[in-house]
């Protein structure tokens, strides 16, 4: 079991729609990730949040809006999304941003699919 | 400028094997560090093991070991006595400089799809 928590794990929506993605975890870590990878590539950076602020944002389109109501959570949140939006959707957390020598742990992500 | 390289596609290993997966990177920053990560067709990324620039010896955990050479720019896993659990995508990766900015991105190779046969 990894220690960084995603719900759902699968997630079928309208392009109307509006959904959320949660990620949670329980390590103390005070960055927090969101990738997104599509099959066979590796995965690409979308927003970096550190002590619960965002600090990185790709340029990743307004349609997905990201949230950390706290330093254990972080959210997604997804509205009218477009079908090449449908991935893998990866969160991941570390110890503070300074230093190089610290992984980031993952979460087993959720698989987004857009109709 | 792609910065980690990977240059297999894909293995096919013989059970019980060793394998070493290929991983060349590019920076100028005299700090920086090397990672590896474990991806099985489940989805989660799995953090395999780390060398930094500075570290003297090669980094090892358990059956997976670093080889690496600084002076080629190399970070190559090595797998011994493969298992089929090892079946899965394998991704190097780096992170450059100790800023604040700059240390938060993870930077990752495309990645090598290793299968073990039984």
């Known amino acids: 079991d990894t220690e960084v928590t995603q719900t759902p794990k699968h997630l079928v929506m309208g392009m109307t729609n509006k959904k959320s993605l949660k990620c949670e975890q329980h390590?103390?870590?005070?960055?927090m990730y969101w990738y997104k990878q599509k099959a066979k590539k590796p995965p690409e950076l979308m927003f970096v949040?550190?002590?619960?602020?965002?600090?990185i944002n790709e340029s990743v389109p307004s349609r997905f809006s990201p949230e950390c109501p706290n330093s254990s959570l972080l959210n997604l949140h997804l509205h009218a999304l477009q079908p090449e939006d449908s991935a893998l959707y990866l969160c991941?957390?570390?110890?503070?941003?300074?230093?190089?020598?610290?992984?980031?742990?993952f979460g087993d992500g959720t698989r987004l699919s857009i109709l | 400028a792609q910065k980690i390289t990977q240059t297999q596609p894909g293995m096919f290993v013989q059970e019980k094997e060793a394998v070493t997966l290929d991983c060349t990177y590019d920076t100028s920053d005299p700090s920086y560090g090397l990672f590896w990560y474990k991806q099985p067709s489940s989805g989660e990324m799995i953090f395999l093991i780390y060398q930094g620039s500075y570290d003297q010896q090669n980094a090892t955990e358990g059956r997976y070991s670093l080889n690496f050479q600084k002076a080629r720019k190399s970070a190559n896993l090595v797998i011994s006595a493969s298992q089929l659990g090892d079946s899965a995508m394998y991704f190097c990766?780096?992170?450059?400089?100790?800023?604040?900015?700059?240390?938060?991105?993870?930077?990752f190779g495309s990645g090598t799809r290793l299968s073990i046969r039984p």
């Open positions: 991941a957390s570390s110890l503070p941003l300074t230093g190089v020598n610290q992984p980031q742990h």
């Open positions: 949040y550190s002590y619960e602020k965002l600090s």
């Open positions: 390590m103390g870590h005070r960055a």
């Open positions: 990766a780096m992170r450059e400089g100790s800023g604040y900015s700059s240390a938060s991105k993870i930077i």
